[in-house]
């Protein structure tokens, strides 16, 4: 049984930095794309950062780009996103996503919006204040 688990949200000041973390279980493809969306109240939910296994090539938005790093640990099977210089509007529900498809799609841009993943985890709420 998949099950993807985040932690690390809370409430900080604008500057602050935050570090989700995402637990991965029962996900083993060795291929595969990990993501990172988020989503505000009334708004769609909207992809922040994704990564490729094997190879480890990222993808950000451009809204966060320069600011959140996306990593991983194969070992541990956890996914990072690490937030630094936080924003009031980077608050939201922020929710770790997996799928699994080849290199070439990746290439051609698939992995970056929500309907690309099959599997979600909770969600963890981080609220930015100014």
């Known amino acids: 049984q998949v099950q993807l688990v985040e932690s690390g949200g809370g409430s900080v000041q604008a500057g602050g930095s935050l570090r989700l973390s995402c637990a991965v279980y029962?996900?083993?493809?060795?291929?595969?794309?990990m993501g990172w969306f988020r989503q505000a109240p009334g708004k769609e939910r909207e992809g922040v950062a994704a990564?490729?296994?094997?190879?480890?090539?990222?993808y950000y938005a451009d809204s966060v780009k320069g600011r959140f790093t996306i990593s991983q640990d194969n070992a541990k099977n956890t996914v990072y996103l690490q937030m630094n210089s936080l924003k009031p509007e980077d608050t939201a529900m922020y929710y770790c996503?997996?799928?699994?498809?080849?290199?070439?799609?990746?290439?051609?841009?698939?992995?970056?919006?929500?309907?690309?993943?099959?599997?979600w985890g909770q969600g963890t709420q981080v609220t930015v204040s100014s």
């Open positions: 996503a997996a799928s699994s498809f080849s290199r070439a799609m990746w290439d051609n841009g698939m992995g970056r919006g929500p309907t690309d993943y099959g599997y």
């Open positions: 029962g996900y083993t493809y060795s291929s595969r794309c």
């Open positions: 990564i490729y296994t094997p190879g480890g090539s990222t």
